[in-house]
C-alpha cells in the first residue's frame, strides 16, 4: 500500500517525518509536539533503537554459546571477522590492546550499523503495519536519523571521554589544562579556557550531527522517491540508491567507532 493514495504531497512528508511521542505528564500519545516541549519522548526512536540492541546482544551471545573451531558457521565467521577487524582497528589507534575500548568500539559500530539499516527498508512498508495491527499513525522506525538518539550516543562517549582524561591525568591536571593548553603564559589563560571549552563540547556536536545528517538526509530523498514517482517506476532510482546508501550506512558507523577511538585514545594518551 503507498501512502500517497492517501494523502497529498506535503502530508505524505509529514507523515513520515512525524515522531510516534508520548506526552510524560500524563502517558498519553501525541501527533507532533510543537518542538519546545521537554516533556515528550518519541517512544519510536527509543523502541527499535532498543530492539536493535537486544537483537545484536542475543545474537553474539548465542553465537558465543555455540562457538566452533571446527565447523564455524556462516554467522560465527562474519562476527569474528567484525571483531578482529575492530579490535586491530583499536590497536593501530592507540598503540595498545584495550579490552574496554575495544568492546565499547564493537558496540558502538555494531548498534549504530544497524540503526543505519533500517533505512533500507522501504518507506511505506512499517508505517502500513503499524497503522494496520497497532492503528498507530505516526512512526518513524530509523533511529538514527533522529537527533535525539545521535546526540545521546555522543553524550555517552563524552562523558567517557571526561572518565578517562580524570582517570589518566587526575582531575587537577585536567582542569588546569583548561588553562595551561595550549598556551602556557598567564596572559593567555582565559584565551586557553575558551579555546579547550570549544574544542571539548565541540567532540559532541562532530559525533552526532555528522551522523544523523548523513542518514536523515538519505531519508528524505526515499521519501521523495516514493512520494513522487509512480510506484512502478520507483526501483529505477531507489534500487541504484539503495546500494549506495548501504556504503554511506557503513562508513557513518565506521566514522563514529573511529571518532570515538581517536577521542578516547587522546584521552589515554595526554
Known sequence: ????????????????????????????????????????????????????????????????????????????????????????????????????????????????????????????????VSKMFFNLNNIKYVPSSDINITFSMAISVFLLILFYNIKYRGIKNFFLDFFLHPFSNPFFFIFNFILEIVSLFSKIISLSLRLFGNIYSGEIIFILISCIIPWWMQWMLYVPLAIFHILIIFLQSFLFMTLSIIYLSMAIKK
Open 1 to 128: 500500500m503507498n501512502f500517497t493514495y492517501i494523502f497529498n504531497t506535503k502530508d505524505y512528508i509529514n507523515h513520515h517525518l512525524t515522531h510516534l511521542q508520548m506526552n510524560l505528564r500524563n502517558f498519553s500519545f501525541i501527533n507532533n509536539s510543537s518542538g519546545n516541549d521537554f516533556w515528550v519522548l518519541n517512544i519510536d526512536s527509543i523502541f527499535f533503537s532498543n530492539f536493535l540492541c537486544i537483537l545484536f546482544l542475543i545474537t553474539f551471545f548465542f553465537v558465543s554459546k555455540k562457538f566452533s573451531f571446527k565447523n564455524p558457521g556462516n554467522i560465527q565467521s562474519l562476527i569474528e571477522i567484525i571483531i578482529v577487524f575492530i579490535d586491530n582497528h583499536v590497536k593501530k589507534i592507540i598503540n595498545k590492546k584495550n579490552v574496554y575500548i575495544s568492546s565499547l568500539s564493537l558496540t558502538i559500530f555494531v548498534w549504530t550499523f544497524l540503526m543505519n539499516l533500517m533505512d533500507i527498508i522501504p518507506v511505506d512498508f512499517i508505517p502500513y
